[in-house]
């Protein structure tokens, strides 16, 4: 099992920039690769980004293409997420999430960091 932990989110304004973490514990040496969702108010969870822990593959949803960029640190076993050009439609509560293996889904999922953009 693993268990996440996210932080880094706060209240900024439009622009501006942010960097989530997200700490990983437990069996993290079977881990495939880790993903970011978010969901906003009235919205179902949505993919932000993914990355696979060996190769550093990355994976990004066309909506945050060229401003947000997922990078891993092995040894710390946390993955980032780093949020440029902030627009208010990126309010949401970002969630990190584990994929064990390829082709299953993504699962244990932290508690999740709130951002909220001001206009």
């Known amino acids: 099992q693993v268990q996440l932990v996210e932080s880094g989110g706060g209240l900024v304004q439009a622009g501006g920039s942010l960097r989530l973490s997200c700490a990983a514990s437990?069996?993290?040496?079977?881990?495939?690769?880790m993903g970011w969702f978010r969901q906003a108010p009235g919205k179902e969870r949505e993919f932000v980004a993914s990355?696979?822990?060996?190769?550093?593959?990355?994976y990004y949803a066309d909506s945050v293409k060229g401003r947000f960029t997922i990078s891993r640190d092995n040894a710390k076993n946390t993955v980032y997420l780093q949020i440029d050009s902030l627009k208010p439609e990126d309010t949401a509560v970002y969630y990190c999430?584990?994929?064990?293996?390829?082709?299953?889904?993504?699962?244990?999922w932290g508690q999740g960091t709130q951002v909220t953009v001001s206009s």
């Open positions: 990355i696979r822990w060996s190769s550093g593959v990355v």
């Open positions: 999430a584990v994929q064990e293996a390829l082709f299953l889904d993504f699962g244990s």
């Open positions: 437990g069996r993290t040496f079977s881990s495939y690769a």
